[in-house]
C-alpha cells in the first residue's frame, strides 16, 4: 500500500523558514501528482502547492513568492520550502499524492500531517 510520511514541522517566529518533507514508499503504479495541504484551527483544508511529474508548479495566492515545492528525481521524496513564514501560515501541513488510473477517476494519499507553528 502506498504510504506517505511527513516531516520538518515545528515552531518558528514570524520571517523565518522551514522546509518540510514527505517520504513515499515503494508502489506498483506510478503517481500523476504530488502537493502540499494545510488545515489550520477552525479552517477547512486548503491546497498550498502542487508539483507535476514534469516539474510544472501551482501555488496558493497566499504562499506565491514564499513557498516553493520540489521534488528529488533520485528519491520518491518532494519538499516545501517555506520562507518568510507568517503567523496566518500555522496549520497541519499534509503531504498528498493522487493518482489517475482514468480520466474520471482519481485516487488520493495522504500523510499523518506535521505541525508548523509561527509565532508572532
Known amino acids: 500500500q502506498v504510504q506517505l510520511v511527513e516531516s520538518g514541522g515545528g515552531l518558528v517566529q514570524a520571517g523565518g523558514s522551514l522546509r518540510l518533507s514527505c517520504e513515499i514508499s515503494r508502489t506498483i503504479f506510478s503517481l500523476n501528482l504530488r502537493g502540499w495541504f494545510r488545515q489550520a484551527p477552525g479552517k477547512q483544508r486548503e491546497l498550498v502547492a502542487t508539483?507535476?511529474?514534469?516539474?510544472?508548479?501551482t501555488y496558493a495566492d497566499s504562499v506565491k513568492g514564499r513557498f516553493t515545492i520540489t521534488r528529488d528525481g533520485a528519491k520518491d521524496t518532494f519538499y516545501l520550502q517555506m520562507n518568510s513564514l507568517k503567523p496566518e501560515d500555522t496549520a497541519v501541513y499534509y503531504c498528498?499524492?493522487?493518482?489517475?488510473?482514468?480520466?474520471?477517476?482519481?485516487?488520493?494519499?495522504w500523510g499523518q500531517g506535521t505541525q508548523v507553528t509561527v509565532s508572532s
Open positions: 498528498n499524492a493522487k493518482r489517475f488510473p482514468s480520466s474520471t477517476i482519481a485516487s488520493n494519499y
Open positions: 508539483i507535476t511529474t514534469g516539474g510544472t508548479t
